[in-house]
């Protein structure tokens, strides 16, 4: 349902849809994940207007801009174990003026006490007071690994990207995103959240929930699916890309469903 919306939003605007497989996270990538995704988007006829990038092979790239956060202090060593920080989510900031040397600890980047508001073109404005709802975060975990957040930031610049439209579960990563981006200098995207497909249980999609993979010998029937999910007007039975090329004439946000959850899309 992401493919779609972003797919059509970005066509109906004359942009260009960028795939990029965002795998900082190396442990928890699940073998052969990346090439059974790329095969999917093939198969729902979907095709990036530019090179994919695996984020994996950018880790050099995180890296120099995390020492740009440095020059400029806007970073911190923290040596705070999981252990230390239980269940709390919001960090107290217990390392930032201790000065640690950056050698393996974990880097964190300061949040100051402001309001960061953003106006989603689908969930209308939605704020976060960096200090007291989120603290300072991590960027580069002690084991090295690259934080999501930042990873997308940088490539979301480098690749210029000028709108994101992903799935409401990562609604409350946004204003991170945002004053990140501001520390970088970089220029303020647009974004539109989309409701996610829940299961009966009332779960999001996914593997955690076990939800079934895309049978793609059924991929126009499911393609369809999505569209009527999103609340568009359907297509015709086809094959993918035609379907596609329909759904981006009749492409209208004002029709997608309101929330930020859709139940029952499986009839
Ligand atoms: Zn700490």
Known sequence: ???????????????????????????????????HILKCLDAFGFQSDAEIIYQRHRLDIYQSVIEQLKQKHFVYACECTRKILGSNHIYAGTCRDKQLDFQDQAIRVKVSDQNICFNDRLQGQHCANLQRDLGDFVLKRRDGIINYQL???????????????????????????????????????????????????????????????????????????????????????????????????QWDISRIPQGTTLQSIYQ
């Open 1 to 35: 349902m992401t493919a779609v919306a972003s797919y059509c939003d970005a066509k109906a605007h004359h942009g260009q849809w960028i795939v990029r497989i965002e795998d900082t996270d190396i442990p928890r990538i699940y073998p052969d994940s990346e090439q």
């Open 151 to 249: 990873a997308v930031v940088v490539d979301d610049y480098l690749q210029e990207i000028s709108h994101v439209v992903r799935g409401a579960d990562l609604l409350d990563n946004t204003e991170r995103q945002i004053w990140l981006g501001q520390l970088l200098g970089y220029p303020a995207l647009e974004y539109m959240h989309l409701p996610l497909a829940m299961n009966h249980l009332g779960q999001k999609l996914s593997k955690q929930n076990l939800a079934q993979a895309l049978d793609l010998k059924h991929a126009p029937e499911l393609l369809l699916q999505a569209i009527i999910a999103l609340g568009q007007a359907p297509v015709d039975l086809d094959q993918p890309d035609l379907m596609l090329a329909q759904a981006v004439a």
